[in-house]
């Protein structure tokens, strides 16, 4: 498969391309960091979970026009991960991210979803999409917020209380 360039997302400060198995030994750091993929769902994953999740990225590329991006700073640097993919409990497609600790705090992960959630709505033709955090999660939330998503429900899993966001597509009046 090849990668589309209308795929590929750059903002102010990032470039985010389609995943490929060239990003795996970038996203098997991530993924296996607690301190960047405790809180998402599935939690942090191994070597083989993470390769197989990555076939099933790729596929969702092919299939959907949409997916798991690879998250780098201009000059390169892999940063972090955004995705509109399926969620497994059938809510729908949801914007998810994550980031390693150091490079937080700067308006990245707000960048990169910001890109992620327009192209979902402008290019991908999502006339909604979710997304869903811990009630601790605060980072994540706030960036949730500052993209525009609403919060409207909660669910428990795993003890937690889980905050369920949603974007709606704008259409113009006419």
Do not use: C
């Not at 209308?6 to 030994?25: F, K, N, S």
């Not at 299939?63 to 809510?91: C, E, I, N, S």
């Amino acid at each position: 498969m090849s990668i589309s360039s209308a795929w590929v997302l750059e903002t102010a400060r990032l470039r985010m391309t389609p995943v490929g198995y060239w990003d795996l030994p970038d996203l098997t750091r991530l993924k296996g960091d607690p301190r960047a993929y405790a809180l998402m769902l599935g939690g942090v994953r191994s070597a083989v979970q993470v390769a197989e999740d990555l076939a099933h990225n790729i596929r969702d590329w092919g299939q959907y026009g949409y997916g798991m991006w690879a998250v780098r700073a201009k000059r390169g640097k892999f940063l972090g991960m955004t995705a509109l993919m399926h969620r497994p409990d059938g809510r729908g497609v949801a914007l998810r991210f994550a980031f390693y600790p150091e490079t937080r705090g700067v308006g990245l992960a707000r960048e990169a979803a910001s890109a992620a959630l327009n192209y979902g709505h402008d290019k991908a033709g999502l006339e909604r999409v979710i997304a869903v955090a811990r009630e601790s999660n605060f980072a994540s939330r706030q960036v949730l917020n500052a993209i525009g998503m609403s919060h409207i429900s909660e669910f428990e899993r795993d003890g937690n209380l889980i905050f369920i966001y949603q974007s709606i597509k704008q259409t113009s009046p006419g």
